[in-house]
């Protein structure tokens, strides 16, 4: 991880034009995205959310690279990822884009540490190089004396963190989180988002992230707000802010969506 | 290199089911090894038993038709024979154990032990198989088996000729390499003239020893010209040779046991097959992780391929060192046990080695190669909706 950085606000990370993406299940054809525009900052922290099926997840795909739309564009760090191959998209996935996942996803047969340094693997770096990093990181989350700790010995919070430490240890432009906070408690949820928005504040990171926690409104900088694969602007996004602000009991609703 | 560290966890997630698999392989290996040593250490046996002097001459037609017993003399006086004696099948039952047979032959007790020096046979008790008349000379497997000893007499009744004798036994074959029993043809010839028919006046075998062994093939090419257009035309070839057509059905059953053990090799790769589609789909999650983190195709084919590799290669050079132990441990024993001596000419030689590492790389890479590429075609966010 590098010191703390001033990030380029003034430049957009990530620029989505008019992207739509189908899906087609049976003999049924899934629009799960409908012509979404938005661009993200550098270094902004923002929230897709909205209900189950809004497209919210599938727009975090497109913005992470794991998927490619069928039709606009979705260009991130300068890279238009449309016009990459499966295998490009992997290589770029990894120099770019460090992953967050609600369940962890750590592989039970390697320790922290290991599980950190996973995705280093995919480096030129030296094993000594690659465990000193992954050690930064696990310090960056908080969990550099559980380093040596199996993902059973680890409660699922520190999980978590372990996770987040495996997403940064690339130092990467961009940090994609899908329902980081889905299965934890309110109080690890918390702490999980607090390490979120301080990964934005102190090293300058481009955090995204989908969830459906209310919370997360208070530590986003803007939330964008999806339903039936549409991207809700105007009126209608803040109406769905304010509602989810105030299930997560008042407070201002952080809303990207253009007036 | 640096993905064996991540390889090798993941060969250790499971591992009574790594052993059994591994395990299974092994035992494989160790088979296939086992019955690749049949062909060399049966021809190696053959070196063992045949004399490279000896020279069996029968009948053209096969071994079951006799020769005129008085070619013997002639053979015994092509140049270069040593020593020749006619052996004619007794097929003796012995039936106070049930009508048991066992090899026995009527032979000339005067040129045995000239044609079977190599045989070990006390002279005193060969100058005795020349002395009784009813004497007889029996491998030391018979006598142990039988509970005979020096001195016993025994009845054995013909199941070829109309006759049961009386024999006395007067001499051991002690190797229990020659489950033999020696009797002498004047014995059974004049048995035969007092039942009032025309005597013993044929040869089944005619065993013949060269002086030597370079001059092998001449004589066997001399004494086959000797034969010509008679009405028993012979066929000479060497011990081995001899023992070779013996063994010729045993070859048959050698190919149908390398056949099964394809069979058998072929389901071990069925069986790692499924091991490895089964660690592969418990692991769908993982793998689709690691595709999204940045692992390629390729990578994640790699590792899942070299994985099961790596179970097998283990697998195999233990199954090897045991095939190698295993043979070595027999050919210890052999040393010091006629009965299990034979078992000491099935050696793992150099190239069995190398077959069975190459067999157990064979069984990993087609056990492996069909799950890790359908793990590894899959696209990332089709993996991911998979299993999320």
């Known amino acids: 991880m590098g010191a703390a950085q001033t990030p380029d606000t003034s430049r957009p990370l990530i620029v989505i034009r008019k992207v739509s993406r189908r899906y087609v299940r049976g003999v049924d054809e899934v629009h799960a995205l409908e012509n979404v525009s938005l661009s993200i900052p550098t270094g902004h922290f923002v929230a897709f959310m909205g209900p189950s099926g809004s497209g919210k997840s599938t727009l975090l795909n497109l913005v992470s690279g794991i998927d490619r739309p069928n039709d606009g564009e979705v260009l991130v760090a300068g890279q238009l990822l449309n016009e990459l191959s499966e295998d490009e998209l992997a290589q770029w996935r990894a120099r770019h884009v460090g992953l967050i996942f609600q369940f962890f996803n750590l592989i039970p047969v390697l320790s922290a540490r290991d599980n950190v340094a996973l995705p280093l693997l995919l480096t030129h770096l030296t094993k000594a190089e690659r465990l000193r990093r992954a050690d930064t990181a696990l310090r960056v989350v908080g969990l550099e004396n559980r380093s040596d700790h199996y993902p059973r010995a680890l409660s699922g919070g520190e999980q978590q963190r372990v996770a987040i430490a495996r997403a940064i240890v690339t130092d990467p432009d961009l940090i994609v989180a899908d329902e980081p906070t889905g299965d934890l408690d309110a109080r690890n949820a918390e702490a999980i988002l607090a390490l979120l928005r301080q990964l934005k504040k102190d090293f300058g990171k481009t955090v995204v992230m989908v969830t459906h926690d209310p919370r997360a409104l208070r530590f986003v900088d803007d939330a964008y707000h999806l339903d039936k694969g549409i991207l809700l602007e105007g009126e209608e996004a803040e109406r769905a802010a304010a509602v989810i602000s105030m299930a997560a009991g008042g407070g201002p609703a952080a809303t990207g969506a253009r007036p | ?203 089944g075998v005619i065993w013949v020893r060269a002086g030597d062994p370079n001059r092998v093939n001449a004589i066997m090419r001399q004494i086959d010209d000797l034969s010509r257009n008679s009405d028993a035309e012979t066929a000479s070839e060497t011990e081995k040779s001899y023992f070779a057509n013996f063994f010729g059905s045993l070859q048959g059953f050698v190919t149908i046991i390398l056949i099964i053990t394809g069979l058998v090799a072929l389901c071990i790769v069925f069986i790692a097959a499924n091991t490895a589609s089964m660690g592969v789909r418990e692991r769908a999650g993982e793998i689709a992780i690691l595709k999204a983190i940045g692992f390629g195709r390729r990578v994640i084919f790699s590792i899942l391929l070299v994985e099961a590799i790596a179970l097998s290669a283990a697998a195999g050079g233990a199954g090897v060192c045991a095939a190698v132990g295993l043979t070595k441990a027999l050919g210890t024993f052999a040393g010091w046990s006629d009965t299990i001596g034979p078992l000491g000419n099935f050696i793992v030689t150099a190239p069995v080695i190398v077959e069975g590492i190459f067999l157990s790389l064979f069984v990993g890479m087609l056990a492996g190669v069909v799950p890790s590429y359908g793990a590894a075609r899959k696209s990332v966010v089709e993996s991911l909706h998979e299993v999320f």
């Open chain 2, 1 to 203: 290199m640096k993905y064996l560290g991540f390889i090798l966890a993941n060969l250790g997630r499971n591992k009574l089911r790594t052993v059994l698999t591994g395990g299974a392989i092994a035992l494989a290996v160790v088979l296939v090894c086992l019955l690749l040593t049949m062909p060399d250490g049966l021809d190696s046996l053959l070196n063992t038993i045949a004399n490279n002097t000896r020279i069996s001459v029968h009948n053209k037609a096969g071994v079951v038709y006799s020769m005129p017993y008085a070619f013997t003399r002639k053979v015994r006086q092509v140049d270069g024979v040593a020593a020749a004696v006619a052996m004619t099948w007794f097929g003796g039952a012995y039936e106070e154990a049930g009508r048991v047979t066992f090899p026995s032959f009527a032979v000339e007790v005067e040129h045995i032990g000239a044609v079977y020096p190599d045989y070990p046979i006390a002279a005193a008790q060969l100058a005795d198989f020349q002395r009784y008349r009813d004497g007889a000379i029996v491998g030391r497997q018979l006598l142990r088996k039988y509970g005979w000893k020096i001195g016993d007499r025994v009845t054995l009744r013909s199941t070829v000729w109309p006759v049961s004798l009386d024999f006395r036994i007067v001499g051991e074959i002690a190797s229990d390499r020659a489950p033999l029993f020696w009797m002498n043809r004047e014995y059974l010839d004049q048995a035969l003239t007092a039942q009032g028919g025309p005597g013993l006046g044929i040869a």
